[in-house]
């Protein structure tokens, strides 16, 4: 229109031709400032923050606002899925367990810090590595190659220090076009509970099965060889030693389970000390007269100092279990005519009860195992003087049950100290 409005009067001075150069140069002008406004356009639109004020008028003012609310929008849908991928990928990263994402080539494009813990990865050294080429286990290896993924795998993960090695469960599994997700989760607790709980069924096999076979040896030599009354009577007496082990060890396994399964003691039972330690200190005088009079030597000489007028708070069975197990222990390891020295003090952390004794010692090395269950470092003494194996790993049960702890001194040839410390909190000034 604004071409014809230009064209005519220019018909009408210049006669065709006029006109026609007159039209090209308005249709020229006209392209220029077209062009002029895009450029401008373009670098509105691509300035680094949206200006709020498009500089035009009209039908450029609505097209450059039409195209601002898109831009707009889009930015905020790019930060809205931003902001959801990172927090995704918080979220994965807060996982207890290992997270790979392998690319189509099975390239390390993302892990979280507990996979590169597991499996020794560096996240940023090792991205867009092979992972065969860094999990070198030979299990993963193979089980990266089979075609089928649908159960987990146990590997060697990157051992935790040089003691304690560390087991993971690993499992591929396909997702999007042609990756994987390795996960993978520490087993390390899980398969030592195991390997524990076998040990233990083992163990406790082996306890019962010596004075199973020795019974039904009797038994057998009973019923096929004709006895007088004497003999009748030792075979006996031997096979009643035989079931009182036997009793006594699945005494001290129930003990265990009952403390394993129940709650640690409440601060309501107070277990006054002096009646206490007199049972005690009766029952200590007793085993040694027993011991003794089988062996046909000398008593030993067991001394107990003035016992503190206090009281404990927690399970008294318990109490009297940890205390009995030390002070027998110490009778039955200690030579006959040996020292045994029980004494309870206060101190500022709370009560503790040592009994030393003039025994045979024990070696450095077996200190920091004597707790754990069935472990003896003398088999054959704790056999002949009636021992489960059990005695010391309930005492330290029940001492962590009160909050305290079992202590042990004792150096080779020279004795040994076993000691219970309660805490502050367990000990209480008046008796009832
Ligand atoms: P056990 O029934 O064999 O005595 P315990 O758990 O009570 O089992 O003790 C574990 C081991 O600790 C014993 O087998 C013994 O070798 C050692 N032991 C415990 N008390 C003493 C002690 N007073 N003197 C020397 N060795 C001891």
């Keep these: 229109m604004g071409v014809a409005l230009i064209a005519v009067p220019a018909w009408f001075f210049g006669g065709p031709v006029g006109a026609l150069s007159v039209a090209a140069l308005a249709l020229f002008a006209h392209a220029v400032v077209l062009l002029w406004r895009i450029h401008r356009l373009n670098q509105w639109l691509s300035a680094p923050q949206l200006k709020l004020d498009p500089p035009w008028q009209g039908l450029w003012l609505e097209m450059a606002s039409r195209i601002q609310r898109l831009l707009r929008l889009q ?137 199973l076979t020795v019974l039904s040896g009797f038994v057998e030599t009973l ?10 009577q030792q075979y006996l007496q031997l096979m009643s030693v035989q079931s009182e082990r036997m009793q006594s060890l699945v005494a001290d396994l129930l003990t265990l389970s009952q403390l394993e399964g129940s709650h640690p003691p409440g601060l309501q039972e107070k277990v006054s000390l002096p009646p206490l330690m007199a049972h005690i200190h009766a029952d200590a005088l007793a085993l040694t007269e027993l011991l003794a009079s089988k062996s ?19 399970a008294r069975s318990e109490m009297v279990s940890a205390v009995s197990n030390l002070v027998n222990n110490a009778i039955r390891y200690t030579p006959l005519g040996g020292k045994i020295h029980l004494q309870w003090s206060l101190t500022p952390d709370g009560a503790v009860f040592a009994v030393k004794d ?10 920091p195992r004597l707790s754990e269950r069935f472990y003896r470092v003398d088999r054959s003494r704790s056999r002949e003087t009636g021992g489960t194996g059990l005695g010391l790993a309930i005492t330290k049960h029940v001492m962590q049950r009160h909050g305290g702890e079992l202590r042990i001194e004792s150096v ?15 000990v209480s000034s008046t008796l009832d």
């Design 223 to 232: 019923q096929s060889i004709p006895l007088d009354i004497s003999e009748t």
């Design 296 to 314: 046909e030597g000398p008593m030993h000489e067991i001394c107990m100092d003035a016992v503190p007028e206090f009281a404990l708070l927690g």
């Design 358 to 367: 003039s025994g045979p010692g024990i070696a450095a090395e077996h200190l």
């Design 75 to 211: 930015e905020k849908q790019a930060a809205m899925h931003e902001q959801r991928l990172k927090d995704f990928l918080l979220a994965i990263q807060a996982s207890p367990n290992g997270v790979v994402l392998l690319d189509e080539d099975s390239r390390i494009e993302w892990c979280n810090d507990t996979a590169a813990s597991h499996l020794g990865l560096d996240v940023q050294k090792d991205h867009m590595q092979h992972i065969v080429h860094l999990v070198r286990d030979p299990v993963f290896a193979r089980y990266f190659a089979q075609d089928d993924h649908s159960s987990e795998v146990i590997i060697d993960g990157r051992s935790i220090s040089v003691v304690n090695a560390r087991k993971l469960s690993a499992q591929l599994h396909a997702y999007g076009e042609g990756r994987l997700l390795l996960l993978t989760r520490d087993i390390t607790a899980l398969a030592q509970a195991d390997a524990m709980r076998r040990d233990f069924v083992a163990n406790v096999s082996h306890e019962i099965r010596t004075p």
């Design 412 to 426: 080779l040839g020279q004795g040994s100290t076993f000691k219970l410390c309660f805490p502050l909190s367990r």
